[in-house]
């Protein structure tokens, strides 16, 4: 008897998704298995096939055995638009928007919400979780991501998918692994020593694998080691389904295949959207593999067998999707909160919350017509948004520079009743100032467009630092809003009044700013990533590959190899390395109150502690807690944090679990996460360069599995 079958021989009524699909491969022929193996990219097809919308992917079901069709949309950050015209859809705040509120609960409901936006647009697999590290930035995606740490990424990129998959739709987890920056993705070689690797981007794959379950991983485009990350056999096999025991299947990103046989011998089950590749790798050539004998029939099986038993796992036979209107006030409300959340407040010298002002100068940014964007395959484009067409060097493929349409001054003159607010589009400096002047206070917004498949520098494009120095010069209560993808330096900081950084806000994110900036929301984002002070500081103080010549269309430079140096210690793990000062730390984030830290006690591996809400208003605290040194080394890490709502005057008792693999360092002989028994030192504070309590722990030794 096979294991999918019972007494009587009936696979159907198994509720295990091994043996579901293995009853269903049974039925199946080698051909019919290898079709599951690759997909399309409904986008580009021509002529498209009936009823098939514009979408990034398509995977052909097989209706003799009620295998459904995989509908593959990006999502990163809601639905996104693949080229369809009038398209519903919700935008999310960036992923370091998301990241920023250091909340589980927020993105696991922002998961949901495009899943159920996805459902009804007829979608069931979302090409979601991208947790690359921000190793590099100037990563031109780092705004789809969730920042420098592998715990705070791990964690939030668990939820997310737990709250996609809750809906019966498959997420994917991506790009595995080490696509830590644009130029060259598709060329380049990423070096990373073993043990630094388990320790930082692995780390935060393995974390939110094991949290959220993901039915797909998809690996990435640049090599690892010299060798493609589709073809890795380390990655793909040995750590993903040994020692992580991963059961779901692996997909390749779009156009990252390049070999048939070698892909699939090295842990690759399926080709996406092969129309992108040189060939249908998975198609007829690997086929041929078979018949040669270079792949084992037992292997095509297995590859057949991951797919299904995701599918099945995550209930897409039971839940078929199908096409309907998306609940947009539903979305409208997680978007909002997830802004209003994600905004965060760098500097203030009192002059927010907006209070008893009669003048406002709105300035710059396009604030009249709406919130700028990230660009690329995540680009989700709801009703109302404004196409610019894209500066040069962007790739052709993207949809432009997209505002969604919540503009912040229609907020702020919503907000700001019997207020005279007036508004000056920043192209002349000179002009914006003399407003400034005229006005109680100017506000200006400073965007910054970053895509996929290029990088960004750390400099606020098109003059906009003259522009705000000119404004602030004329009137010191300047606030600056940022819109931007990456960090940016602020020549201007010492000058203005105020700084908050709102990311790519979403399809709400007007009045998420607007909220914030007249205390209806104190804000409570923190920094996911650090604000280098200056490129010196840098791991990397150039952009790798960034001075090589694009070769092709494509966007490609000659390959080119990239050493992370770095190992482990990224972001703020490389300032404390190297005692350099950012502009803002990791963690970082001002309130409308203040908050007290009192009476750290270590049990083991909890940090109890007391925090208070010293200030007049309710609001947030993430309070943080750090590694700050181990048996035999120093350094510092993350280990745990709590998001404390507080009333003034309210004092509460905190518990932080440090997570046990962030105490550990990855031994290459026991193959295992392994804590050296002695002292560790740990911080309790407001962000990674502030200690405001101190305390130890003594451990004794193990394995941490
Ligand atoms: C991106 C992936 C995306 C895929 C499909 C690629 O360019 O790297 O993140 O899911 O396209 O659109």
Redesign the pocket.
């Known amino acids: 008897m096979r294991q999918s079958e019972d007494k009587r021989g009936n696979a159907a009524v198994s509720s295990d998704p091994d043996a579901r699909a293995e009853a269903l491969l049974d039925q199946m022929t080698l051909d019919e298995q290898i079709g599951l193996l690759s997909g399309h990219?409904p986008s580009v097809l021509k002529p498209r096939p009936e009823g098939i919308q514009r979408s990034?992917?398509w995977v052909p079901g097989l209706r003799r055995l009620g295998i459904p069709d995989l509908f593959?949309t990006?999502a990163?950050l809601g639905v996104?638009a693949?080229g369809r015209r009038d398209d519903q859809a919700t935008a999310l705040p960036s992923g370091l928007a998301l990241a920023s509120s250091w909340s589980p609960e927020l993105a696991e409901e922002a998961g949901a919400m495009i899943a159920g936006e996805a459902r009804a647009k007829g979608f069931n697999c979302l090409?979601a979780g991208?947790v690359n590290l921000t190793r590099e930035p100037r990563n031109g995606?780092n705004f789809?991501y969730l920042g420098e740490d592998p715990l705070l990424a791990g964690v939030l990129c668990g939820a997310s998918i737990r709250g996609i998959q809750a809906r019966h739709i498959v997420s994917?987890i991506?790009?595995f692994a080490l696509?830590s920056q644009e130029t060259g993705?598709m060329v380049m070689s990423a070096h990373l020593d073993e043990a630094a690797f388990r320790e930082s981007d692995l780390l935060a794959f393995q974390i939110a694998i094991e949290a959220g379950q993901p039915g797909s991983v998809?690996c990435?485009?640049n090599r690892v080691d010299g060798t493609y990350a589709s073809e890795n056999a380390w990655l793909l096999t040995d750590v993903l389904r040994g020692d992580w025991g991963y059961k779901g299947w692996v997909m390749s990103?779009?156009?990252?295949v390049h070999s048939a046989a070698p892909a699939a011998n090295a842990g690759l089950d399926q080709q996406?959207?092969r129309e992108?590749d040189v060939q249908p790798f998975f198609v007829g050539p690997l086929k041929d593999a078979v018949v040669a004998g270079e792949v084992p029939t037992a292997r095509i099986r297995e590859m057949a067998h991951r797919y299904l038993r995701s599918m099945l796992a995550c209930g897409v036979f039971e839940h078929p999707v199908s096409n309907g209107t998306p609940d947009l006030a539903a979305g409208a409300a997680v978007t909002r909160r997830a802004a209003e959340a994600g905004v965060v407040l760098l500097k203030n010298d009192g002059l927010l919350p907006l209070e008893g002002v009669r003048r406002i100068a709105v300035i710059g940014g396009k604030a009249d017509i709406g919130v700028m964007s990230g660009g690329?395959?995540?680009q989700v484009v709801p009703q109302g948004s404004t196409r610019f067409d894209p500066p040069p060097g962007a790739p052709r493929w993207t949809a432009g520079v997209i505002y969604q349409p919540d503009p912040p001054l229609e907020a702020i003159r919503a907000r700001a009743a019997n207020v005279q607010v007036a508004f000056d589009d920043g192209a002349d400096p000179a002009r914006a100032a003399k407003l400034a002047a005229e006005s109680d206070v100017a506000i200006v917004f400073a965007v910054e467009w970053a895509t996929?498949?290029v990088d960004t520098t750390l400099v606020l494009p098109d003059g906009q630092d003259a522009l705000i120095a000119a404004v602030a010069a004329a009137n010191r209560r300047t606030v600056v809003a940022l819109e931007t993808g990456n960090p940016v330096f602020m020549p201007w900081l010492g000058d203005v009044g105020a700084v908050v950084e709102a990311w790519y806000p979403g399809s709400e994110g007007g009045k998420a700013i607007a909220a914030v900036l007249f205390g209806d929301v104190n804000p409570a984002g923190r920094l996911p990533i650090t604000f280098p002070a200056s490129t010196e500081a840098l791991a990397h103080k150039a952009l790798p590959g960034g001075d090589l010549p694009i070769v092709n269309d494509r966007g490609d430079t000659p390959p080119f190899d990239v050493d992370y140096v770095e190992g482990a210690d990224v972001g703020y793990r490389w300032y404390a390395r190297t005692g350099a000062r950012p502009l803002f730390p990791f963690g970082f984030g001002l309130s409308y109150t203040t908050f007290r830290y009192a009476n750290l006690a270590m049990d083991g591996l909890a940090a109890s502690f007391d925090v208070t809400n010293a200030g007049a208003r309710t609001g947030i605290e993430v309070a943080q807690l750090y590694l700050t040194g181990a048996p035999g080394r120093d350094g510092q890490r993350l280990l745990g944090w709590a998001r404390v709502a507080l009333e003034p005057g309210e004092t509460r008792r905190v518990t932080v679990d440090a997570n046990p693999r962030l105490l550990a360092d990855w031994s290459l002989e026991a193959r295992a996460f392994v804590i050296a028994g002695g002292e560790y030192r740990v911080a309790v504070g407001p962000d990674a360069a502030t200690r405001v309590l101190e305390g130890a722990t003594t451990l004794l030794g193990g394995r941490v599995d």
């Open positions: 990219m990034a992917g593959e990006d990163s996104s693949a090409l991208g995606r789809e994917t991506k790009h696509n993705r998809m990435a485009y990103d779009w156009g990252a996406s959207g992108f690329g395959s995540s996929e498949a």
